[in-house]
């Protein structure tokens, strides 16, 4: 059964740093490309940031870039988002996602899901 399980959200402050994490689990990632994505009360689920497993290639938003750095652990099958400069719009339930290929900004191309951690930035 495959897993993924998201840590690391919680209420900071304008210009505060967080890591996000997502442990994945149940088979072999290693064809995957894993993503972010983010959504927030009312709005669409929209694509944050995405790296393929075997290359280490990565992609962005555009509203991310420059500040958010997304990277990935083989050993410990993890993949990581690093926050920095965050700001009151990031604010939003963020989503690991695992993807067997295709439109990396397209939530319809992932097939598993993690619950998500809530990222709260104050002004």
């Known amino acids: 059964q495959v897993q993924l399980v998201e840590s690391g959200g919680g209420l900071v402050q304008a210009g505060d740093s967080l890591r996000l994490s997502c442990a994945a689990s149940?088979?072999?990632?290693?064809?995957?490309?894993m993503a972010w994505f983010r959504q927030s009360p009312g709005n669409q689920r929209e694509f944050v940031a995405a790296?393929?497993?075997?290359?280490?290639?990565?992609n962005y938003a555009d509203s991310v870039k420059g500040r958010f750095t997304i990277s990935r652990d083989n050993a410990k099958i993890t993949v990581y988002l690093q926050m920095n400069s965050l700001k009151p719009e990031d604010t939003a339930v963020y989503y690991c996602?695992?993807?067997?290929?295709?439109?990396?900004?397209?939530?319809?191309?992932?097939?598993?899901w993690g619950q998500g951690t809530q990222v709260t930035v104050s002004s």
């Open positions: 996602a695992a993807s067997k290929g295709g439109y990396y900004w397209r939530p319809s191309n992932y097939d598993y």
């Open positions: 149940g088979r072999t990632f290693s064809s995957y490309v």
């Open positions: 790296v393929t497993w075997s290359g280490g290639i990565t």
